[in-house]
Structures are given as structure tokens and as C-alpha cells.
Nanobody, 125 residues
Framework: QVQLEESGGGLVQAGGSLRLSCIASGRTFSSYAMGWFRQAPGKERELIGAIIASGSSTYYPDDSLKGRFTISRDNTKNTLYLQMNSLRPEDTAVYSC?????????????????WGRGTQVTVSS
């Protein structure tokens, strides 16, 4: 089992940047694919990006987010990161990380994934 805890959220002005962290404990972090998701009020959960276990490959389903958001990981620190730049008010959401056995399980939001509780990001105009 993997326990995940996000941090780094908060209030930021439009155009600003934030870096979120997701620290994993429990079983071997480096064996899991990871992903960042977000969910805004009244909207469905959305995949921002995913990264394979080694960190050598990433996947972003939305090109518009790819240009502003970057997912990375440091397996020596059991930590997943999300660098967010040029933030907009519509980026306001709860951001969560997930761990899965494969990249595909992250992309399809498999029920077997492990999830963190999330961290709130609020972007003011």
C-alpha cells in the first residue's frame, strides 16, 4: 500500500506560479506510475499529467496544460512534483496525486490506484 500526501497549494494571483509536491510513503515509490489530477467545483476530475515509474516519460492529455504545467518526480525523495506557471483563475481546483501500477491505470483513473486527499489551489484575478 502507498500513502500519498500533497502540499504546496494556496492562494496565488493570476500569472503566478506554484509547485505542488506529493510525498509517498509505504511501498516502493519508484515502482509506481504517478499522476496529477484536479477537480474544480461542479466539474469532473481531470487528468493533468502522468509520469512512468522511472520518470523518463510523461503524458499530458491536454496540450494547453502541457505548456504551463510540468510533472516530474524524484525517486530518491519519494516525491512527485507539479510545476504550475502562468496560472489562471480557471485553474482553481483541488489538486490530487495518484499512484498506479502502470501509466494506463493512471490515465483511466483505475479503482486500484492510490490517491492523496488533495491540496487546494486558488487563483485570484
Amino acid at each position: 500500500q502507498v500513502q500519498l500526501e500533497e502540499s504546496g497549494g494556496g492562494l496565488v494571483q493570476a500569472g503566478g506560479s506554484l509547485r505542488l509536491s506529493c510525498i509517498a510513503s509505504g511501498r516502493t515509490f519508484s515502482s509506481y506510475a504517478m499522476g496529477w489530477f484536479r477537480q474544480a467545483p461542479g466539474k469532473e476530475r481531470e487528468l493533468i499529467g502522468a509520469i512512468i515509474a522511472s520518470g523518463s516519460s510523461t503524458y499530458y492529455p491536454d496540450d494547453s496544460l502541457k505548456g504551463r504545467f510540468t510533472i516530474s518526480r524524484d525517486n530518491t525523495k519519494n516525491t512527485l512534483y507539479l510545476q504550475m506557471n502562468s496560472l489562471r483563475p480557471e485553474d482553481t481546483a483541488v489538486y490530487s496525486c495518484a499512484a498506479g501500477s502502470k501509466l494506463h491505470s493512471i490515465v483511466i483513473m483505475s479503482d486500484t490506484n492510490y490517491w492523496g486527499r488533495g491540496t487546494q489551489v486558488t487563483v485570484s484575478s
